[in-house]
């Protein structure tokens, strides 16, 4: 009987839960056994895991967050300590890790596995859509339009009174959910890391002579540093006659039930991170690439992660909104 470890590391994403869901249902249904432990691999260094029945993920699925909680964890970073790990998981009989989380969590994991540890298969999740060799990461969908929603509603208190807005959406290192949310939302102007903008040349757009009107947003990402758009402001109400409000959506855009896209995405891809471990596969994530299901290498070393390859959308966005 071939035993599947599933956990969730890092940062949490909306549709986590559906892709646990996926994890467990299949694997009981190609007769594993399923295994979890929570707080990702901080759960594996307290030797505290559990085995997962079908009914234990009952009624999860519309649920944002993980069921199983997530954490990062300074002790994994240690061979040490993972060998303490590879040890407990062997006299458990546990071969296959299944991973849900980001770059860092599958960087983790691959180390494991090259150093004798379990198979691991990943399942990419992150509301940034950043992770190299796949175009899609789980919580992105849901992220764009819980900050969408933002957008309508700021939009409407903008027009009412003549307001300009800088509103902060998450992206760390990748502008994706910063150029979505921008153009669906109808933003004047999107700031985003690949092609940073200074305070100087957007007051210098802002000033530029356009058609009139009552209120304007500006998108910002956080670009690894939250809270950018208060200064950004303070420079701009230096250099334009106007002032600006700032609007943080921060952390809730993490959370909430996850869309239909997230939902399916998420159970299509635990079912086929179940199927290729138990086929043998390891060191790889489940991806969507040109619309498909597949599987993708690890992506690697930390400099290497997705990020907007042009600025053709920054560009449209500004068309369609002028
Ligand atoms: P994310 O998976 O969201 O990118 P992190 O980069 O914080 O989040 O990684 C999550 C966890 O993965 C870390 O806290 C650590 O336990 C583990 N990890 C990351 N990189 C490595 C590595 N090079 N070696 C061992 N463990 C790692």
């Given at each position: 009987m071939e035993r599947i470890l599933v956990l969730t590391s890092g940062g949490d994403a909306p549709g986590m839960n559906a892709a646990i869901r996926a994890v467990v249902r299949t694997g009981i249904y190609r007769k594993a056994e399923v295994w979890a432990?929570?707080?990702?691999y901080q759960g594996l260094v307290k030797k505290d895991i559990f085995k997962l029945e079908k009914e234990d993920v009952a009624g999860c699925i519309q649920r944002g967050g993980t069921i199983l909680r997530s954490s990062r964890c300074e002790l994994f970073h240690e061979k040490k300590e993972r060998d303490k790990?590879?040890?407990f998981l062997k006299q458990k009989d546990i071969n296959n890790l299944i991973i849900i989380g980001g770059d860092g969590s599958f960087r983790g994991a691959a180390t494991f596995s090259n150093e004798g540890g379990p198979k691991s298969v990943g399942i990419?999740?992150?509301i940034d859509n950043d992770i190299l060799g796949t175009e899609y990461t789980i919580g992105f969908d849901t992220a764009r339009n819980t900050a969408l929603k933002a957008i309508d509603n700021i939009r409407d208190t903008a027009f009412s009174n003549s307001k300009?807005?800088?509103i902060e959406v998450m992206g760390q290192r990748a502008g994706f959910l910063a150029v979505d949310v921008g153009i669906a939302g109808g933003a004047e102007f999107i700031l985003t890391p690949e092609f940073p903008l200074t305070a100087e040349k957007l007051a210098k757009k802002i000033l530029a002579p356009r058609r009139k009107k009552e209120s304007l947003i500006i998108v910002v990402a956080e670009a690894g540093k939250p809270g950018r758009s208060v200064r950004i402001a303070d420079k701009l109400r230096k250099l334009t006659p106007f002032d600006y409000r700032v609007c943080i959506l921060g952390h809730i855009q993490r959370g909430g039930s996850p869309t239909v896209v997230d939902r399916e995405i998420a159970s299509r891809m635990g079912n086929l991170a179940v199927e290729a471990i138990l086929a043998g596969e390891s060191n790889c994530m489940t991806a969507l690439k040109g619309g498909h299901l597949t599987l993708s290498p690890f992506?690697?070393?930390?400099?290497?992660?997705r990020k907007l390859e042009t600025d053709k959308l920054l560009k449209l966005g500004t068309i369609l909104a002028s």
């Open positions: 432990c929570h707080n990702g790990i590879k040890r990419p999740g992150t300009y807005f800088l992506p690697g070393e930390k400099a290497h992660y």
